[in-house]
């Protein structure tokens, strides 16, 4: 909003002509979905308290602890986030640039997939929620949609080449493509939805999500900016998509939500995100990757995602298959409890591998 507004007068007032960098309006987006979340933050998290007496149902087969210490935590702080996000994201982005709407729309529609969840939790005093068909289906009906309308977008698009829309671009090769076609439809799908139940995975203990999700929102944000300019992204030898670029304010806000959010939710949390926002985060992360068509990265950069989503895929076959599990328990965080380490030393342990992995994503856009 405010770059319509304001963009078109710095022509005339020159302090105004930073509205019409990317790089000044991901800044604003970051510090403004940041400042949301601290103001509101703590009369939200009372609100909640009033509404949730009993907090989060906690699941009967976790660890013990988490029964005695996490009980009466509120959850659906994931609101929190996205409201901050996606305000900020009005106020500082491009609204003439659809892929600033289709990311908005698959946060937005998977943010409320989760809020029903949660809110399903909390009346109902169970830690099932929705069926778990209910919230595929509706994952992969708004990712697809979503897919669609970006292959649609690109293969429109300036300067692209033909096919590229439906192609996966590997890292680490400047002019390897792989044209998928129709079936980029169903990849593409798999992506988003896929991120968004790994990162709803992950979400287990106080703070052990949002982290790796700033980490990935950062990540993606430069990657953005740089493909979606064509100097930068012909100098790097990476496939440049138009548009994508304004997707790095979006980004902004996210990790300026997120990083509000951490405030309340570090060791011991004050509020969870829930369904609402693992669900809605791990969405639009997903969205993004494939925007800018970076999908193989994104599976390096969330690497800790993909590892906690292995896991419990790794333990359902184990014990259906040989009757035997793998590991103490599933997701991997729980296993590292059963052995006794410590929710602080995990939690931290994870971040650092979400930082290495971010590391090694972001070598392949000049390693080629």
């Known amino acids: 909003m405010l770059y319509w507004l304001l963009a078109p007068l710095g022509e005339d007032f020159t302090l105004l002509n930073l509205f019409n ?13 940041l400042a949301f979340v601290f103001i509101f933050g703590s009369p939200f998290i009372k609100w909640l308290r009033k509404k949730q007496r009993e907090g989060q149902p906690i699941r009967a087969d976790g660890p013990e ?15 929190l986030i996205l409201t901050g996000m996606l305000l900020a994201t009005l106020l500082w ?7 600033l709407w289709i ?42 949609a979503a897919v ?27 002019d390897v493509l ?74 902004g806000a996210l990790l300026g939500a997120s990083l509000g959010f951490l405030w309340y939710n570090a060791p ?12 809605s985060l791990g969405g639009a992360i997903g969205t993004i990757a494939v925007a800018v068509k970076h999908e193989v990265v994104l599976a390096i950069i969330g690497g800790l995602f993909v590892l906690e ?3 419990v895929m790794v333990q359902i076959a184990s014990f259906k298959l040989f009757g035997k599990r793998v590991f103490k328990m599933a997701p991997i965080h729980h296993h590292f409890e059963k052995m006794g380490w410590q929710e602080p030393t995990i939690v931290i342990r994870f971040w650092i591998i979400a930082v290495i992995l971010a590391l090694i994503g972001l070598s392949t856009l000049k390693l080629r």
């Open 309 to 311: 989503a292995v896991s």
């Open 65 to 79: 602890r988490h029964i005695i210490e996490k009980a009466g935590t509120p959850t659906m702080g994931g609101f």
């Open 93 to 99: 982005g491009d609204l003439s640039n659809q892929y």
């Open 178 to 251: 792989i044209p998928l076609g129709p079936l980029f439809l169903v990849f593409g799908t798999l992506v988003i939805a896929g991120a968004s139940n790994a990162v709803n995975l992950t979400d287990g203990l106080d703070g052990l999500a949002i982290v790796p999700v700033m980490i990935a929102a950062a990540s993606f944000g430069f990657i953005a900016y740089i493909v979606g300019n064509f100097v930068f992204a012909n100098y790097l030898q990476l496939n440049f998509t138009p548009g994508t670029g304004e997707l790095a304010v979006f980004c």
């Open 103 to 144: 990311v908005i729309f698959v946060t937005a529609g998977y943010g409320a997939i989760g809020f029903v969840d949660d809110y399903r939790k909390v009346t109902k005093r169970s830690s099932a929620g929705l069926p778990g068909s209910a919230k595929l289906i509706l994952q992969f009906l708004i990712a697809g």
């Open 268 to 279: 011991p949390a004050m509020v969870f995100m829930g369904d609402t926002g693992s669900l």
């Open 21 to 33: 960098y990317i790089t000044f309006r991901t800044g604003g987006a970051m510090m403004t979905a």
């Open 148 to 174: 669609f309308w970006m292959t649609q977008l690109l293969s429109n698009a300036p300067d692209v080449p033909e096919g590229f829309a439906t192609s996966i671009a590997m890292p680490f090769f400047k």
